[in-house]
C-alpha cells in the first residue's frame, strides 16, 4: 500500500485512483464543472484530504466516494480501491429493450422512429 499524502490535487487524486482513464480527462472534468469537493465546485488544484466527500460525472455516471488515503501516483486497481470508500447510488434499472442507439450506417431516422426515440426521452431513460 502506498503512502499517503497529508492533501493533494483533486485532478491527480481522481485520475491515481481510477476514477478517470486519463489525468487529461480529471483536469476537463473538474474544469467543466463534472467535480466536487465537499459539495463545492472543483478546480484541477482544488486540495483534496483525507474524509472529504468527492463527487465526479464522468461518461454520464456520478460517482460519490470518500478519500480514504491521499495518493499522488496511479496504483493497480486492487489498490486504488482501498484509497476511497464508495458511496455512489445505484443505478436505476433499465427496460428491456429500451435503447437510444441505432446502427451506424443506418440513415436518418424515421418519423416513427423519431417519435419512439422522444418518448424514450420523456420517459428518462
Same mark, same amino acid.
Given at each position: 500500500?502506498?503512502?499517503?499524502?497529508?492533501?493533494?490535487?483533486?485532478? !491527480?487524486?481522481?485520475?491515481?485512483?481510477?476514477?478517470?482513464?486519463?489525468?487529461?480527462?480529471?483536469?476537463?472534468?473538474?474544469?467543466?464543472?463534472?467535480? !466536487?469537493?465537499?459539495?463545492?465546485?472543483?478546480?484541477?488544484?482544488?486540495?483534496?484530504?483525507?474524509?472529504?466527500?468527492?463527487?465526479?460525472?464522468?461518461?454520464?455516471?456520478?460517482?460519490?466516494?470518500?478519500?480514504?488515503?491521499?495518493?499522488?501516483?496511479?496504483?493497480?486497481?486492487?489498490?486504488?480501491? !482501498?484509497?476511497?470508500?464508495?458511496?455512489?447510488?445505484?443505478?436505476?434499472?433499465?427496460?428491456?429493450?429500451?435503447?437510444?442507439?441505432?446502427?451506424?450506417?443506418?440513415?436518418?431516422?424515421?418519423?416513427?422512429?423519431?417519435?419512439?426515440?422522444?418518448?424514450?426521452?420523456?420517459?428518462?431513460?
Amino acid at each position: 500500500m502506498p503512502q499517503g499524502h497529508p492533501s493533494g490535487r483533486v485532478d !491527480r487524486w481522481v485520475w491515481a485512483v481510477r476514477l478517470a482513464k486519463t489525468r487529461a480527462d480529471a483536469a476537463q472534468a473538474c474544469r467543466g464543472g463534472h467535480v !466536487r469537493v465537499n459539495d463545492r465546485p472543483a478546480k484541477p488544484a482544488t486540495p483534496v484530504r483525507v474524509g472529504d466527500e468527492v463527487q465526479v460525472r464522468l461518461n454520464g455516471v456520478t460517482r460519490i466516494v470518500d478519500v480514504a488515503l491521499v495518493i499522488e501516483k496511479r496504483v493497480g486497481a486492487p489498490v486504488a480501491r !482501498r484509497c476511497y470508500t464508495d458511496r455512489s447510488p445505484e443505478p436505476a434499472p433499465q427496460q428491456p429493450g429500451a435503447v437510444l442507439r441505432r446502427d451506424r450506417g443506418a440513415g436518418r431516422p424515421t418519423k416513427r422512429d423519431r417519435r419512439q426515440i422522444e418518448q424514450l426521452r420523456r420517459q428518462g431513460l
